[in-house]
């Protein structure tokens, strides 16, 4: 018994309760063969996407993370809370400078009351295209899922695929001021599927047997949008989002935004055959889309005895991906979403009154550009601060008291209140103000943030990511809050605990946290695109008293500027 026992975990070393996780992540360039044509892309460890990232709940996880590419990077560990080590969250120039071309940092930090699948992204320009992967977060050695044990688990990374280099397809948009190219296919664990430009045989396939329930660890690694994600034949019980556990949820399509994670439950309960999987955009603004849909395939073997065979040929079941505007079927979805809010995974949601009641509006603008072709260029903001990068890291001058990075003064509501979701703007013009401007919040207060999507250029849709924190999305709405009425129907029981949230397109959403992490924290809209025009701030969170409530101590290779 001991020596199976012994035999057990030297072959698996997850079974093992091991603390400490040491990972080697090399930034490399790499050819990769994609839509019938090959092109260097930046990889992790050569893989697009990148390895998986394995760790149990508790676990110390150490990434030396090395950049071979001519490019500056960072690394983000997407969703990990990063309790009093913002050192090692990874956005550019707020919580670290980037590791230069030929150089190392150690990334250190320690999954603390999380299980469920994150990912990780270069967290500079628009290298994440190709610099993602997953992260799965086992339950503590002993501990089982709230629901039944799956057969088996398959990560599924969802992306967008650019035929040209990303970086010149971003620098373009920033010369000319206007949109940058759409990608010209989206993918499946790295595989588009055909599509019209390419007859291709490069498709996801999984191969399952009848009869069993298979869990789908699924991440949305996609730069600038929002995904629907279709099984032919097949429902789909969501039992995971963000990384926390929810009420599971039957569905047949779902959406996930880029940064948005989700477990999900297949039950191959079906006949033998063949069923395509569906990958395809959401967007119900009118902005440009790529049209392709990713298609792959789960495909069922049949199975007597201890035999096992397929019968050909197999059956091919389709199924139509949803207009690319199906709003009602996204929001069915998203809004159905509750935590789990069980006794050992409660819904720790802050009550009224909060300490902290923002109104922040998201939107788009155009600002003079006088070296762009126009005279103008497009740019985003949040209550009309269009978000300047600095060449400091926030977090570095925030720990070494550096003045004159940023200032701690962004505006806690609009300057002026207007018709937000208007989209012929009587009252504003479309022009912002920038700056790189923090809010700073004391230690353990309780937060309500709203998001005010605004109509100014057109209304859009945006998937808000906080860093360091997971939020409850309390409420949402089309049009304009209230702030009178529209709290009477908040969910302060068990609303969806995320790191990242579907803001309705021309309308708003309410999110509330506990400030109980100390850093400075970048909160942005996950479509990289706006990111880029200044769709972002930070917060600052004060240290509270005693070693245990304050920011540890840089490392000791912490890049700085
Ligand atoms: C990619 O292929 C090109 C052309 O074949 C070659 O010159 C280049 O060295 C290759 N790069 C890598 C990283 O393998
Ligand atoms: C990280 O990896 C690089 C490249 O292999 C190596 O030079 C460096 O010493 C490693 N850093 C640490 C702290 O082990
Ligand atoms: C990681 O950080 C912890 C404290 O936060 C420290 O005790 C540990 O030595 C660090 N590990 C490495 C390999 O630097
Ligand atoms: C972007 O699209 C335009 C129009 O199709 C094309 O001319 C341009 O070359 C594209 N840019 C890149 C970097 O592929
Ligand atoms: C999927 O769920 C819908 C609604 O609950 C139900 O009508 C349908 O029969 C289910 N389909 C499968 C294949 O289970
Ligand atoms: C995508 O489809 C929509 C609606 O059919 C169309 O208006 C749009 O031009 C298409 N976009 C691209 C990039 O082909
Ligand atoms: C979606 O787009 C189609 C084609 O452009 C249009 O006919 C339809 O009314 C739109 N649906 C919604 C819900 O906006
Ligand atoms: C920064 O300023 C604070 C408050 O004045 C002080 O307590 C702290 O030691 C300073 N930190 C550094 C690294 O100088
Ligand atoms: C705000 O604008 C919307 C869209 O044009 C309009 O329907 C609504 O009546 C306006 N609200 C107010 C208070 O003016
Ligand atoms: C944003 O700031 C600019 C520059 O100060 C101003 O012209 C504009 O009216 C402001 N817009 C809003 C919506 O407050
Ligand atoms: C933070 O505030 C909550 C609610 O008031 C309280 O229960 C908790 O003890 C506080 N945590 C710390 C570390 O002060
Ligand atoms: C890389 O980062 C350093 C430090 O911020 C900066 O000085 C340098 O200009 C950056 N290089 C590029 C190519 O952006
Ligand atoms: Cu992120």
Redesign the pocket.
């Known amino acids: 018994m001991r020596i199976v026992l012994f035999i057990m975990a030297f072959m698996s070393p997850l079974l093992v309760e091991c603390r400490v996780r040491r990972y080697r992540f090399d930034v490399v360039m790499k050819n990769t063969t994609r839509l019938c044509a090959t092109k260097p892309i930046v990889t992790v460890n050569g893989k697009f996407p990148g390895p998986t990232l394995y760790a149990r709940e508790g676990d110390?996880v150490?990434v030396n993370v090395t950049n071979m590419v001519k490019y500056n990077l960072t690394l983000h560990w997407h969703g990990v809370r990063q309790l009093r080590?913002g050192w090692a969250d990874g956005p550019a120039y707020i919580t670290q400078c980037p590791i230069q071309p030929g150089q190392s940092y150690?990334q250190?930090f320690?999954i603390t009351g999380q299980r469920g699948t994150l990912w990780y992204h270069a967290h500079i320009s628009w290298l994440r295209s190709t610099v993602h992967g997953a992260i799965v977060i086992l339950p503590k050695h002993g501990v089982s899922y709230p629901f039944p044990k799956p057969h088996k688990e398959v990560v599924i990374v969802l992306a967008e695929w650019w035929k040209s280099d990303t970086e010149v397809i971003i620098n373009e948009a920033i010369k000319s001021g206007l949109s940058p190219n759409v990608s010209d296919a989206h993918t499946i664990n790295g595989h588009p599927g055909n599509t019209p430009d390419c007859n291709s045989k490069d498709r996801f396939k999984l191969k399952v047997k009848r009869g069993k329930t298979y869990m789908l660890r699924i991440a949305n690694c996609a730069l600038n949008e929002e995904l629907f994600f279709k099984v032919a034949g097949h429902n789909l019980t969501v039992v995971e989002a963000d990384a926390v556990y929810t009420k599971p949820f039957e569905t047949n399509t779902l959406i996930i935004t880029p940064g948005q994670t989700m477990n999900v439950l297949l039950t191959t309960n079906q006949k033998i055959a063949r069923y395509l999987v569906k990958v395809s955009t959401f967007m119900n603004s009118g902005v440009a889309i790529d049209n392709n849909t990713a298609t792959g395939m789960i495909e069922y073997k049949e199975e007597f005895g201890s035999y096992e065979f397929t019968t050909r040929p197999i059956p091919i079941m389709g199924t139509q991906p949803p207009p690319s505007n199906a709003t009602s079927i996204a929001r069915r979805m998203l809004d159905s979403l509750r935590s789990l809010n069980s006794a050992k995974f409660p819904a720790l949601v802050p009550q009224s009154p909060v300490d902290q009641d923002l109104l922040f509006t998201i939107g788009l603008g155009i600002n003079p550009c006088p070296t762009c072709p126009r005279k103008v260029r497009l740019v985003a903001d949040i209550n009309n601060v269009t978000f300047m990068m600095p060449t400091t890291a926030l977090l570095q001058a925030h720990y070494f008291n550096i003045s004159k990075v940023f200032s701690a003064d962004f505006p806690r509501k609009p300057a002026v209140a207007f018709n937000y979701t208007e989209t012929q703007q009587p009252s504003v013009n479309m022009v912002t103000t920038s700056g790189t401007r923090v809010y700073r919040l004391p230690y353990n207060s309780s937060v309500q943030l709203v998001y005010q999507d605004t109509g100014i250029v057109g209304p859009d849709n945006h998937p808000m990511h906080l860093h360091g924190y997971n939020f409850f999305v309390v409420g949402s709405g089309l049009g304009n809050f209230n702030p009178k009425t529209d709290p009477l129907n908040f969910n302060l029981v068990d609303p969806v605990e995320r790191n990242t949230l579907a803001v309705p397109t021309g309308g708003w959403a309410a999110i509330r946290f506990r400030a109980d992490n100390p850093g400075v924290w970048f909160m942005h809209c996950h479509l990289e695109v706006h990111t880029t025009w200044g769709l972002a701030m930070a917060f600052l969170v004060e240290n509270g008293n005693g070693p245990q409530q304050s920011l540890?101590p840089p490392?000791k290779d912490y890049p700085k500027c």
Do not use: M
């Open positions: 110390n150490i080590t150690l250190n320690t540890l490392p």
